[in-house]
């Protein structure tokens, strides 16, 4: 039987993505939506009040990184069933929901897919009003922080064991 990989693969990406797209109602690149996707799933980094909707782990600071092929995976195939529109313009390649990606949406119902809304609606009112350029420079300035503050939780704790 071939491996089938549950989590982190197109379907579930697919989704998270078109969520965000729409629950931010902008147009976004693919960095951007690697941006959104990561402040979406770990929150709790951009606003300590907050808990993240994926628990901590020691390399989750530099999961944006690794993202690319799966997000665009996700993107693809969303795209194939019509939710989301492609614009090409001088800037580069955009992605925005599709008429009927709302529609789409209020097929979902559990826990997991509320708070997927919940919180890629907190990145929207956070960070829609940031530019491209902002957006990046917040990722840099903070990147560094994220991890850290892992690697101090797992200190405090005693390590692996603690």
Partial sequence: MKNMKLF????????????ILVYSKKTLD?????????LTTYFGDADSKFSSLHP?????????IVRRRIIKEGLNLIAKKGLIDTEYSKEGV?????E?????LSYFESNYYKQIVYYA???????NSFSFQELSSYFK????????????????RGGKNG
């Fill in 8 to 19: 982190n693969n197109p379907v579930e990406i697919g989704v998270r993505v078109l969520v």
């Fill in 30 to 38: 693919l960095q951007e939506i690697i941006y959104y996707d990561y």
């Fill in 56 to 64: 901590s782990n020691p390399l989750h600071s530099t999961e944006y």
């Fill in 94 to 98: 955009k992605y925005r929901a599709s």
């Fill in 100 to 104: 009927f990606a709302e529609d789409f």
């Fill in 121 to 127: 609606t907190l990145v929207s009112d956070k960070f």
């Fill in 141 to 156: 300035e903070h990147i560094g922080h994220w991890k850290g503050e892992f690697e101090k939780e797992v200190l405090f």
